[in-house]
Structure formats: C-alpha cells, structure tokens
T-cell receptor
C-alpha cells in the first residue's frame, strides 16, 4: 500500500482567492486522482493526473477552475481558483496501486476547505 | 456506465449485533468491487475488495462481503458490531480495475449504540 500525505489538512479562505493543495506519496505511482467530497456527500472525481501529460478532467470540472500539476511520480498539486462558498468541501487525492494491473486506490487524509 | 446504490443512508445497530450494509451495482462488464470506510475527519481506508475468484471476501476489522452476480450485490457484513465501527462506509465499483472509472456510492453512516 501507499502512504499519502496532504497539505494543508484544513484551511479557511475568503471568496475570490485561490488555494493550492499538495499531495505527496511515499512511492512512485503512475496514476493520481483528485476527488471532491461535498458536505455529507460521496466522492466525485475531479480529474486524473498522470505524470508527463495534461490532467484529464471529468464532466463539470475545468482546468481554469481546478488547475493540476504533476511534476513527478510522487507529487501532485490541485489549485482551487477564484473560490466561492460552493467550493467548501473535502478534497482528497488518491493513487492507484502501481506495478502491473492497478486494482485499488489509496487515499490521502483529505484537505478540509471552508470558503467564507 | 456504472452506478452504485447503497440502501440506507444511515444504519444504527447495537454493540454486538450484526452489521449489514447493502450495496448494489450496475456495470456492463465484470466489475471490481470495493468497500471503503471513512472515520470522522479522516480519509478513506480500503476495507476489502473483490476482483475475481472467491465470491466471499474477507477484509480488515472482521468485515466481509459477498459478491452475488445474479443479484448485482456486494453487501458488507460483520457478525458483531463494535463501537469503533461507527463511521461512513462507501461501496465503489470499477469496470477496468486500473484505478480509473471508480464510481462511489452515496455512503452509509453506521452508528453503533451501547
């Protein structure tokens, strides 16, 4: 399994500002994912981030709002841009197990974002 | 397209009682199925998974789940609930197993009463 850390663990931000969330993995992984979990709800995939290529965004999510970087095989960032209160959520990164067929995802502890 | 439904957004059981959390899925190809648990203020932890082979899978903390293709179900059970089992439980389906196309159910909050 992979050990994943996220920074910050939580933040309170003002509307109109941006926040960059970092995700660090203790091993090299090919596929990383960013999810949003709105209050009391399930997880929604924002995008898939593969090293060396542009992130692939799911329907309803755009790069201008959620730019993603993936500079190497152990690190990724998600920026929430021009925030509004509707962006208040938990943001989680996850990785697919590497080496052959990836059969599961491992999750970071999440970043709890409140936008005022 | 895949989908997951979890019957019951909130389930309460007494300590020592049977835990049964229901999950039904829809998938056009043989699915890979997962149960994750989320404790308060934490990320998701994998409880167990079904990919191929034995349809009854055992996971951590005494949980197990049975894949029933005919019923398109993957219900999670534990014979005896413990107070520490109180958490949010998510069922997920993947049609490729490559970490992509993970679809999560809406979640079931489990409360354990003393």
């Amino acid at each position: 399994s992979a050990v994943i850390s996220q920074k910050p663990s939580r933040d309170i931000c003002q509307r109109g500002t941006s926040l960059t969330i970092q995700c660090q993995v203790d091993s090299q992984v090919t596929m990383m994912f960013w999810y949003r979990q709105q209050p009391g709800q399930s997880l929604t995939l924002i995008a898939t981030a593969n090293q060396g290529s542009e992130a692939t965004y799911e329907s309803g999510f755009v790069i201008d709002k959620f730019p993603i970087s993936r500079p190497n095989l152990t690190f990724s960032t998600l920026t929430v841009s021009n925030m509004s209160p509707e962006d208040s959520s938990i943001y989680l990164c996850s990785v697919a197990s590497s080496g052959g067929q990836a059969l599961e995802q491992y999750f970071g502890p999440g970043t709890r974002l409140t936008v005022t | 397209a895949q989908s997951v439904t979890q019957l019951g957004s909130h389930v309460s059981v007494s300590e020592g009682a049977l835990v049964l959390l229901r999950c039904n899925y829809s998938s056009s190809v043989p699915p890979y199925l997962f149960w994750y648990v989320q404790y308060p203020n934490q990320g998701l932890q994998l409880l167990l998974k079904y990919t191929t082979g034995a349809t009854l899978v055992k996971g951590i903390n005494g949980f197990e789940a049975e894949f029933k293709k005919s019923e398109t179900s993957f219900h999670l059970t534990k014979p005896s609930a413990h107070m520490s089992d109180a958490a949010e439980y998510f069922c997920a389906v993947s049609d490729q197993g490559y970490g992509q196309n993970f679809v999560f159910g809406p979640g079931t909050r489990l409360s354990v009463l003393p």
